[in-house]
C-alpha cells in the first residue's frame, strides 16, 4: 500500500503533467528562433554545437561562421567533416584579439564574417546558423550591432540563428527569442592554473 508521501507525490506529478500538457496543447505553432548563448562562463559554442547537431541529425542545412577563435582550426570542425554535404564552416577570425594585436584587420575579417553569415542568413537553404563569438566582435567595436539586427530582420521565417560570445548587447538580448546567460563559478585556468585542454576546451 502506497504510504502518504508517495500519494501526494503521484498527485503533485499527476498536476505537473496536466499542467505540461495543456501548455504544449497551447503552442502550436513553429517559427525560426534568434538565440543568444552569452555571459562569462563556459559552455556558449558548445551548447550551440549541440544545437547544430541536432539539426544534422534531422537532414536540415546548417552554416557556421566564427568570429574570433579561427586560427584555432578546432576539433569540432573535424568532427563535423563527415557532414559535408549538409554543414558549411567558415573560420574568418584569426585567432583571440591579445594574439592579433592588429584592430584593423580584426576588424576587417569581422566585417568579412558578417557578410558571409550574412549571405547564409538570407539563403532559405540553411535551416540553422551559427554566428560563434559575434557577440565579442560587437563588444569590441568591431562590427555594428545594427547591422546584425538589420540581418536577423531579413532571416526567412523558418531560420534558426544562433549568436554565441560574452557581452551580447542589450539590443539582441531584446530581439532574441531565447537567451541563455551562462554563469562563471569555477574555472580550472584561474583557480588551479590548468591550461586548456583537447576535447575540453578545443
Request: hydrophobic content about 40%; proline content about 3%; glycine content about 8%.
Given at each position: ?161 544562433i549568436l554565441t560570445g560574452r557581452g551580447a548587447p ?33
Open positions: 500500500m502506497d504510504s502518504l508521501a508517495d500519494q501526494q507525490y503521484k498527485e503533485k506529478m499527476q498536476r505537473r503533467k496536466e499542467v505540461q500538457a495543456q501548455r504544449i496543447s497551447q503552442s502550436s505553432k513553429e517559427k525560426g528562433l534568434i538565440i543568444v548563448n552569452t555571459g562569462n562562463g563556459k559552455g556558449k559554442t558548445t551548447a550551440a554545437l549541440g544545437m547544430v547537431l541536432r539539426s544534422l541529425g534531422h537532414g536540415y542545412r546548417v552554416a557556421i561562421v566564427q568570429f574570433i577563435k579561427g586560427a584555432w582550426e578546432p576539433a569540432e570542425k573535424m568532427a563535423f567533416s563527415h557532414w559535408s554535404d549538409q554543414l558549411v564552416f567558415q573560420a574568418m577570425g584569426e585567432g583571440f584579439t591579445w594574439d592579433t594585436q592588429d584592430r584593423q584587420r580584426d576588424a576587417d575579417l569581422a566585417q568579412k564574417a558578417l557578410n558571409q553569415g550574412i549571405e547564409y542568413i538570407l539563403d532559405p537553404q540553411f535551416r540553422l546558423i551559427l554566428l560563434d563569438e559575434i557577440n565579442v566582435a560587437i563588444k569590441l567595436g568591431y562590427l555594428n550591432v545594427e547591422q546584425v539586427l538589420k540581418a536577423l530582420e531579413q532571416k526567412p521565417e523558418m531560420t534558426h540563428v542589450a539590443q539582441l538580448i531584446e530581439k532574441a527569442d531565447l537567451v541563455t546567460e551562462m554563469s562563471l563559478i569555477k574555472h580550472p585556468f584561474r583557480e588551479q592554473g590548468i591550461k586548456a585542454q583537447p576535447g575540453i576546451e578545443f
